[in-house]
């Protein structure tokens, strides 16, 4: 398997901590599945970052994905292809993890986010722009 542990380090634990307050989704892997999909919407590759230090969070991967975990995984991998990047466990550990963090950082930083009702208009808002 090419994930079997997420990984978030210390800010993005300040991230989900925020927006667990702000929205009042009970689990942070929900608020991941969040993070992810919002920064696979977008049509640019995560930046490459140096993650440093121990994990503050980690979350097992059918914890994260639920009974969709092979979904997510598949979405990953399509997203790789579309990147131009490689299908291999270590790349795939690694976008996956730029992309949580990125849309953590997107997720946070939006001050119209203060609800559940904020995250879903914030799909809303991204179909409009695809249409």
């Known amino acids: ?6 990984r978030i380090d210390e ?3 300040e ?3 925020r927006l667990k307050r702000h929205t009042g989704v009970e689990t942070w892997n929900v608020l991941c599945r969040w993070a992810f999909c919002a920064s696979l919407a977008e049509p640019t590759r995560p930046p490459m970052r140096l993650f440093k230090g121990e994990a503050a969070v980690e979350i097992a991967w059918r914890v994260f994905g639920g009974s969709h975990h092979e979904l997510y995984l598949a979405l990953l991998k399509q997203r790789c292809l579309r990147d131009n990047l490689p299908i291999d466990d270590t790349t ?5 993890r730029l992309h ?3 849309g953590l950082g997107y997720l946070a930083a939006d001050r119209t ?3 559940v009702a ?4 914030k799909v809303d808002e991204r179909k409009a722009e695809a249409a």
């Open 118 to 121: 904020g995250l879903a208009r």
């Open 92 to 96: 795939l550990h690694e976008q996956f």
């Open 100 to 102: 949580v963090h990125r």
């Open 113 to 115: 986010i203060r609800s």
């Open 11 to 13: 800010q993005g634990r």
């Open 15 to 17: 991230q989900l901590i």
């Open 1 to 6: 398997m090419a994930i079997e542990t997420v």
